[in-house]
């Protein structure tokens, strides 16, 4: 860590994500450095404009200097860079979807916690202002108890030959986008609910993965039970759709960008005891959030993380949509 507090942060991959949009989120953050870069092409991790730039990850977490590493590779090695950069000493923020089922991630953290380190899923919608007002709202039964949850989160447009469309490198529509209106969900309710798949449908359209995921579920806690839906599709026209219904209200996010409102103002209505009002949120970059959050939470001065056991509860429920869907497919 620099003299000033500040968090040197080390990238693993220099990809689309990394390239376009989350190097600049930690440059432009307020407490955290991006002090080292690696890519398998080392031009492409320099440009990144980290202060050193590495052609090999493992050269990365080596380096001393190097407090938190940022993983944003395909899919599947997302566990084995987990485990090698905890093992190296190093604090992780791993792209979503953290591994690729829930046995794993239960391993991950548990590495994590003997090695006294923090892992982070960098679902990075939850650091928005508007989905930290829904879990306020929730908690104080704006809408009474949950009953009906509605999440999309569809486009069309997978360029061929993106790891997106290889089952092998953790591929897929559910794992890409699908996660996010399951995360949004999680987030909302106890830690105690209970998740039951009643259907699920994955339609592959001459692909090897799952193009669309569409998947039902039952919730249920002491506070409440009710039932929710999700639509996930790399073949569909560009969609956010979030929709929760309470005993009391229901509550919308409008503009259909739910999960992906980012430097450009987002509202919120809510529909209480019979009046709707909206709420409006000032245009915030959530990487950055996120990535200032971290930081803080790395030097001692608090910052917000999401729950590990959040990202547990999505990844379980993330097995049964698959283990539905194949039930499902084998029916006559
Ligand atoms: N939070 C978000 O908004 C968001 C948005 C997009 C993606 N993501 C997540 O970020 C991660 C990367 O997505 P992306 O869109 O940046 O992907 P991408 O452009 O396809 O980049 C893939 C990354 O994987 C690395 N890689 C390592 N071995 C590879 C191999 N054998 N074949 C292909 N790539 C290999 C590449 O590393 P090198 O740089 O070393 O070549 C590159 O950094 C995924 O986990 C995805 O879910 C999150």
Redesign the pocket.
């Known amino acids: 860590m620099t003299e000033q507090g500040n968090v040197n942060w080390g990238f693993?991959?220099?990809?689309?994500?990394?390239?376009?949009?989350?190097a600049q989120s930690l440059h432009n953050a307020k407490n955290a450095t991006l002090y080292a870069a690696?890519?398998?092409?080392k031009g492409?991790?320099q440009s990144l404009s980290p202060k050193i730039a590495y052609d090999s990850?493992e050269k990365l977490i080596q380096d001393p200097q190097v407090d938190a590493v940022y993983?944003?590779?395909?899919?599947d090695?997302?566990l084995p860079w987990i485990i090698k950069s905890l093992d190296a000493g190093k604090h992780v923020l791993c792209?979503?979807?953290m591994v690729m089922n829930a046995g794993d991630t239960v391993t991950a953290y548990a590495h994590a916690q003997d090695k006294g380190l923090l892992l982070v899923e960098?679902?990075?919608s939850l650091w928005h202002p508007r989905a930290q007002r829904l879990k306020e709202l929730i908690s104080i039964n704006a809408i009474g108890s949950p009953t009906n949850y509605l999440g999309t989160f569809t486009f069309d447009g997978v360029s061929p030959g993106?790891?997106?469309l290889d089952p092998t490198?953790?591929g897929g529509a559910l794992?890409?986008v699908g996660i996010y209106p399951l995360h949004a969900l999680v987030a909302l309710l106890t830690e105690d609910t209970n998740y039951t798949v009643t259907m699920a449908h994955d339609e592959k359209l001459n692909e090897q993965v799952d193009m669309t995921m569409k998947a039902q579920f039952n919730f249920e806690n002491p506070q409440c039970k009710g039932s929710g839906a999700i639509v996930a599709s790399f073949a569909m026209h560009p969609s956010q759709r979030f929709v929760l219904k309470g005993s009391e209200g229901e509550i919308t996010l409008p503009g259909d960008q739910a999960f992906?409102s980012y430097n450009q103002e987002s509202e919120l209505t809510i529909t209480a005891n019979g009046v709707t009002s909206t709420e409006t949120f000032v245009a915030v970059d959530p990487?950055q959030l996120m990535f200032e959050n971290m930081s803080d939470r790395i030097s001692g001065n608090g910052g917000w993380l999401p729950n590990p056991w959040q990202s547990v509860q999505v990844a379980k429920i993330v097995d049964q949509v698959f283990k539905s869907a194949l039930v499902c497919a084998e029916r006559p």
């Open positions: 693993i991959g220099a990809g689309g994500l990394a390239t376009g949009t989350t690696a890519a398998r092409d492409r991790a990850y993983i944003s590779l395909n899919n090695a997302h792209e979503k979807p960098a679902v990075w993106n790891y997106r490198k953790g794992y890409d992906t990487y």
